[in-house]
């Protein structure tokens, strides 16, 4: 465009004659200066066009290096995001029993004759040993939405108070399983099932924990699956569980197992459970000192139970209750498939009550109910009855302090037939505990951890003492009259 006008004012010139003739040259002169100026503008324009390119292809490869960076980092983050599907997850206590001689207490929630029949009393300020559990879990979630876990727990327990305990200890894989669920294949009743399959508490247990005493506690190696959804108000779970009964030494028989296969029902709220248990030559177990009586090789337990969402219907809070029976090797209700000493005509019932409420902005209430009969259980006539109730009182002092209260008591009347060198004994027990509790948050009964000190008075009757000469009672230093437990003790859960 400038040239084009530059010739025409140069046309223009050479057409023209008088005066304007003679300033030709002149013109020329600056024609020419100004043509070299607007040359050496368009050579810098070609350097800056070409300087534009490169840079346009410096920006590109940036650019991609930049898509390269942002998809290692979205690598990054998806492994990150992995890592967060990994859990740990843990429960302990620990503390120092006294008692009011200045030596070591004795205690534990079963210290009573019917603990050896299962029948636990209040854990408050009744503990004097070390037990932690370890859970250790990793979750994979897939992009059709399926996912897959994987639980390992170990656990110890020990009752020294030393700080070196290898030679006492008790270290063990509780549960080493995996599960997978919603799987994009399923369908139907399955189609938001969980299967299994390893070494496992069951996922439907559940316990009085102020008791320390599960209402049912399903455990072993096995398989399964959960969540089937039979009817729209109908889940059920189905598995098969061993254990290991060992050898029968007398007969030559090795890798005596039990086998539990189990379909458990929930109905809304309810909840009843199905076993079937079967141990292939356990029948020729003698388990009551050769007077001839075999153990069960097979058996059944049921269980039928009611979750509330309240504290039975009269105040917020929970409440649970349940009824068992078992026959033969079923007749060890909490513990499924546990004892391998039951006899085939072994008949057992427990009922189970409990739950936990506010009873006014301060104060909480958790009260519990367990009582079992049982016969025919290790000899032919034999007879177990027991019965606990315990009570567990919060009352909230700050937002860092409760003074919690138990109390316990315990009737029982045992007739175990000399089983074991066993004497038949009837009577009570009772335990009152006072436990100062500090917490980071007074927030509920389950708020933990908890650091507590508390005191313990326990008394019983005297008939008590003669049970068995290898239990608490059985010891001449542990006697019916009044016994006093002090300590220390932490739990925790997370």
């Known amino acids: 465009m400038f040239k084009s006008r530059l010739a025409l004012a140069v046309a223009l010139g050479l057409g ?12 020329e002169a600056r024609l020419a200066a100004l043509e070299a100026r607007v040359q050496a503008a368009e050579a810098r324009a070609e350097a800056a066009e070409s300087r534009a390119s490169q840079a346009e292809v410096k920006a590109s490869a940036a650019s991609e290096q930049a898509q390269v960076a942002n998809s290692r980092s979205q690598q990054v983050d998806e492994k990150t995001a992995g890592a967060q599907g990994f859990e740990f997850h843990g429960y302990a206590r620990s503390g120092l029993l006294v ?157 005596i197992e039990s086998h539990i296969l189990t379909m458990n029902n929930r109905f809304g709220n309810w909840q009843w459970m199905v076993n079937g248990l079967s141990a292939n030559d356990n029948e020729q177990r003698i388990n009551d000192g050769g007077k001839g009586s075999e153990a069960a090789d097979k058996g059944a337990h049921t269980l039928v139970a009611y979750h509330a969402d309240s504290f039975f219907g009269i105040n917020p809070g929970f409440s649970k209750a349940a009824i068992l029976y078992g026959h033969g090797l079923g007749a060890e209700l909490k513990g499924l498939g546990s004892d391998s000493e039951l006899l085939p005509d072994a008949d057992a019932v427990r009922i189970a009550v409990f739950g936990a409420t506010d009873i006014a902005p301060r104060w909480r209430f958790a009260p519990a109910l367990l009582a079992e009969q049982s016969q025919d259980r290790y000899a032919k006539g034999d007879e177990y009855q027991w019965l606990t109730l315990n009570t567990r009182v919060a009352q909230v002092v700050s937002q860092n302090l409760e003074l919690v209260y138990e109390a316990a008591w315990q009737y029982m009347d045992l007739d175990p037939k000399g089983y074991q060198g066993r004497q038949a004994v009837s009577g009570n027990f009772t335990k009152l505990t006072f436990a100062p509790t500090f917490k980071a948050q007074t927030a509920g009964f389950f708020e933990r951890p908890e650091l507590r000190l508390f005191a313990t008075w326990m008394d019983w009757s005297s008939e008590l003492d003669n049970y068995a000469s290898d239990d608490a009672m059985g010891q001449s230093n542990f006697t019916a009259g009044g016994e006093w437990n002090f300590g220390v003790q932490m739990e925790t859960w997370f």
């Open 99 to 255: 008692n009011g001689n200045g030596n070591g207490g004795r205690g534990g929630p079963y210290i009573t004759p019917a603990g050896s029949v299962g029948g636990a009393v209040g854990r408050l300020g009744n503990e004097d040993d070390t037990y932690m559990e370890a859970n250790l879990l990793k979750t994979q979630t897939f992009d059709d939405g399926s996912w897959a876990r994987y639980k390992l727990m170990l656990a110890d327990g020990v009752e020294t108070s030393n700080d070196w305990t290898a030679s006492d200890s008790s270290l063990n894989t509780r549960q080493v399983f995996a599960e997978i669920g919603n799987l994009a294949s399923f369908d139907g009743a399955f189609k938001h099932a969980v299967l299994w399959a390893g070494k496992r508490f069951d996922r439907d247990n559940f316990d009085i924990h102020w008791l320390d005493s599960d209402v049912v506690f399903l455990a072993g190696t096995g398989g399964g699956v959960y969540d089937v959804q039979l009817a729209d108000s109908w889940k059920a779970n189905f598995s098969l569980y061993g254990r290991d009964y060992g050898d029968i030494s007398a007969s030559g028989l090795s890798d």
């Open 16 to 27: 023209m004659s008088g005066p304007l003739w003679a300033a030709q040259s002149g013109i």
